[in-house]
DNA sequence: TGTTATGTCAGACTCCCTCG
DNA sequence: CGAGGGAGTCTGACATAACA
């Protein structure tokens, strides 16, 4: 057993799959075989497990190459990694403007995920962590997104959740929660009052792909004392020139 | 320590090429 | 055309490792 993972299986698929990577057209079981320093037997298992799950596929006279699965996977990377790409710049001009944090998110199941960020130098700012969570009902780019999913599934995000509290102005109450995404996606814009933390507020807006799907949250946020209204209008701007870039056009 | 997952071995099977 | 042989593929049985 190598010390590169724990789990032997995993190691060997993965050693696997970069092997018949390198063949630009198909390979067989046995060079496939020779190159792994795996016995036939082992790496036809392996092989038959993965073309089940679409990682690889055989041809008619059984040769091995990669398998659409992968490219699927891949779109998804390739779109995050574009996405973040694209947001840098506009995330940063936004925070210049307004002299707050600003924060692009996508969403995970029942949370939105923070995937980038453009810190204000203020001395006293709001600053999320990349990579960290929290629940769709507490932000305001949640909310934008249970709206956008639709009322049932709103419903079922509150029974299965419990919505539950953070701070004192949390929507608890599932009509209220339903109102109010409502009320945002009419607006087009959605607000946190100190929903998830007692102190900090935020303005954000949805952000569109190629195909009109949700691609991404952009907000800002900030201490809820310098949190103005005629931030609005620019955070919707910034959100509308970042689905542009991405290729979505009302 | 028992169960389950994983790996190895050995041999059967299949396909294809060669030769008579 | 069919038998023989070799290369490659597949599978059953068993061994070993990992895990609960």
Redesign the pocket.
């Known amino acids: 057993?190598n010390n590169t993972s724990?789990?032997?299986?995993i190691?060997?698929m993965a050693l696997l799959l970069d092997i018949i990577a390198q063949y630009e057209d198909t390979v067989?079981?046995?060079?496939i075989?020779a190159e792994s320093e795996?016995?036939?037997?082992?790496v036809?298992?392996?092989?038959?497990s993965l073309i089940q799950h679409q990682f690889v596929e055989?041809d008619e006279?059984?040769?091995?190459r990669l398998g659409v699965k992968l490219l699927h996977l891949g779109s998804h990377v390739r779109q995050r990694i574009g996405l973040r790409e694209q947001a840098k710049p506009i995330m940063q001009d936004l925070r210049d403007k307004l002299g707050e944090t600003v924060n692009l998110t996508v969403r995970e199941n029942d949370e939105v995920v923070y995937v980038e960020r453009a810190i204000s130098d203020k001395m006293i700012r709001v600053e999320q962590v990349i990579g960290s969570r929290a629940p769709l009902h507490v932000t305001a780019v949640g909310k934008l997104m249970l709206a956008a999913s639709g009322e049932r599934e709103c419903r079922d995000y509150a029974l299965r959740t419990g919505l539950p509290a953070y701070t004192k102005n949390t929507i608890t109450d599932i009509d209220e929660l339903i109102h109010r995404t409502a009320e945002a996606k009419d607006n087009g814009f959605a607000y946190d009052n100190e929903e998830a933390e007692i102190g900090v507020g935020c303005i954000g807006v949805l952000v569109q792909s190629n195909s009109g799907e949700i691609a991404a949250g952009l907000s800002v946020s900030a201490p809820i004392d310098r949190r103005k209204d005629e931030w609005v209008a620019i955070v919707k701007e910034a959100g509308k020139r970042l689905s542009e870039s991405l290729g979505y056009f009302v």
Request: glycine residues 4%; aromatic residues 8%; hydrophobic residues 35%.
């Open positions: 057993m724990s789990i032997q299986v190691d060997r067989s079981l046995k060079i075989s795996l016995h036939t037997s082992t036809y298992r392996i092989l038959s055989r006279a059984g040769q091995y």
